[in-house]
């Protein structure tokens, strides 16, 4: 298995623009997370789904952001309009079952300038 | 959600066991203890979990008091690669699908 695969490993856009993160669970895998890594924050949990449905997304920070889940296999987090505080690395995540480990993307290095 | 408390830094030395402890006086009888690293420039990586019982993979150990309050992530030899920040997180599969919340995490440094 490859893993969980994320697109693209590093982006850079301007203010404003409109930003399109990609990400390949594990097959078989009924839980995605996608979370957000700062200095200052950490790690922070933005949504997640199961079985393809939004669960919970009380860490999207504000309507800026929206995510998506068409299928089992794929999942899109977007930034409508960035903006440089979004500068941040973007992880997703599949588990298999609530109760075992989640395996990680490499995930995605944003820049907005 | 349940918090747990670890030391903000560690270090080591190369081909030494290391202690990795954790506070989880809150923890519910339904969180599982989830351990996971995080190398440089990488994603977190799955380490070890377990409930009530000592457990043990390839990668480490896992040694939970009896009151379950506290863990102990045992790396048997350290070798320079296990440089990372350690995060120790509860984990309820039966509430809020099992969500993670990291914390700050332990950052194990390796001297060789």
């Known amino acids: 298995d490859a893993g969980v695969i994320q697109s693209p490993r590093h982006e850079v856009t301007e203010m404003g623009q409109e930003v399109t993160l990609r990400c390949k669970p594990i097959s078989g895998h009924d839980y995605l997370f996608w979370y957000r890594q700062t200095m200052m924050r950490g790690l922070e949990l933005l949504i997640y789904f199961n079985n393809n449905v939004p669960i919970d997304d009380s860490g999207m920070p504000e309507d800026r952001f929206s995510a998506k889940m068409p299928n089992a296999s794929f999942s899109t987090l977007k930034i409508q309009p960035s903006e440089p505080r979004d500068s941040a690395v973007y992880f997703c995540?599949?588990?298999?079952?609530?109760?075992?480990?989640?395996?990680f993307g490499s995930g995605t290095r944003l820049t907005v300038v | 959600d349940a918090k747990t408390t670890q030391p903000n830094s560690m270090e080591s030395n190369e081909e030494e066991p290391v202690h990795l402890p954790c506070n989880h006086s809150t923890i519910s009888g339904t969180d599982y203890i989830h351990w996971y690293r995080q190398l440089p420039s990488q994603g977190p990586e799955y380490v070890i979990h377990g409930l009530t019982s000592n457990v043990n993979n390839r990668m480490a150990s896992l040694a939970i008091a009896e009151d379950r309050k506290s863990s102990t992530l045992i790396l048997h030899r350290a070798t320079l690669r296990d440089a990372a920040v350690y995060y120790c997180i509860l984990r309820d599969p039966y509430n809020q699908g099992g969500k993670l919340i990291f914390g700050q995490g332990t950052e194990l440094s390796v001297k060789p």
């Open positions: 995540a599949s588990s298999l079952r609530t109760g075992g480990g989640y395996t």
